[in-house]
């Protein structure tokens, strides 16, 4: 493996460490955020989910992006646009500042991820690429237990004066180095082949997700008015149509591969993701 490609796996594993404690460095400083900013439970559950829909909805987009228009020029506008949103996040002076800003986190995210997994995967091979995806392994582990404790040590340290807002600002002297390294080592990559990006799927499904995440998150303080069920009938009835399309257009570059599903590998591996144990923290944000 030479310098310059040791290098490249540093910068794009920076990346996604910074991605995965950003997802969870939240977790101690949500109770002096809702605090600092007077927020409401359901604006404090939309700190988290607005970021996790965003990051979900965008992943499929995001790599397309990549095969397109290079990976090396996608994952650097994504850093930016993730930096950039991280910093709004530490200057915000209210709630609906800082969800906005999260959503735009979300979004960097969304892009920037699928850039670093195809990097590693035209950048190394053989034995250097298995070494190159345990260490992206490694990272995801890492940064999963090291947020909360690092944000309950930021939170705490209070760095000059600035309080719980240094868990958004510590992304951007990462985020530069990040972008710094990713510019002068990285090297350009597209698809011999980009398939067309499914725009009618994306649509579709981020109106689904909308219709059913919004009033499941605003329902209980709202004490579950009769718009609550209406959307999440709506949702589902748009979630319908969304599994229709998909089906019809297999053949034809689909959002979501619907025969993944039939593999007991991927199925098995997708269950243990969404089991309680896995979901407990995101439940104890709210």
């Known amino acids: 493996m030479t310098l310059a490609a040791k290098i490249s796996l540093v910068v794009v594993l920076v990346a996604e460490l910074m991605n995965v404690l950003d997802h969870s460095v939240v977790l101690n400083a949500i109770p002096t955020l809702q605090a600092s900013l007077a927020a409401t439970p359901a604006q404090v559950q939309w700190l988290t989910a607005g970021y996790g829909l965003t990051l979900a909805l965008g992943l499929v987009t995001g790599g397309r992006l990549g095969d397109a228009y290079g990976r090396r020029r996608v994952f650097l506008t994504a850093t930016a646009v993730f930096t950039a949103a991280s910093v709004l996040c530490g200057l915000a002076m209210g709630p609906g500042i800082l969800i906005g800003a999260r959503v735009l986190q979300g979004a960097g995210a969304a892009v920037m991820i699928p850039q670093v997994l195809a990097t590693l995967h035209v950048t190394f091979d053989g034995e250097h690429r298995s070494r190159a995806f345990s260490l992206y392994g490694a990272v995801l582990t890492v940064g999963s237990v090291l947020g909360p404790v690092l944000g309950g040590v930021l939170t705490g340290a209070d760095l000059f004066g600035l309080g719980c807002r240094t868990i958004f600002l510590i992304n951007l002297p990462i985020g530069l180095a990040v972008l710094l390294g990713g510019w002068k080592f990285l090297t350009e990559s ?3 082949k980009a398939e067309r990006l499914d725009l009618t799927g994306v649509l579709l499904s981020a109106l689904a997700v909308v219709l059913i995440v919004f009033p499941l998150t605003e329902g209980q303080a709202h004490q ?6 209406a959307m999440l009938a709506a949702g589902l009835i748009v979630l319908g149509v969304f599994l229709r399309q ?8 689909p959002l979501v591969v ?3 599903f039939k ?3 991927f199925s ?5 993701q969404l089991t309680p144990g896995r979901c407990s923290s995101s439940a104890g944000w709210a």
């Open 258 to 260: 619907l025969s993944l």
């Open 190 to 192: 597209t698809a011999p």
């Open 268 to 272: 098995g591996g997708l269950s243990a």
């Open 224 to 229: 579950w008015p009769l718009w609550c069920f």
């Open 263 to 265: 593999e007991k590998t």
């Open 246 to 253: 998909q089906h019809r257009g297999q053949d034809d570059a």
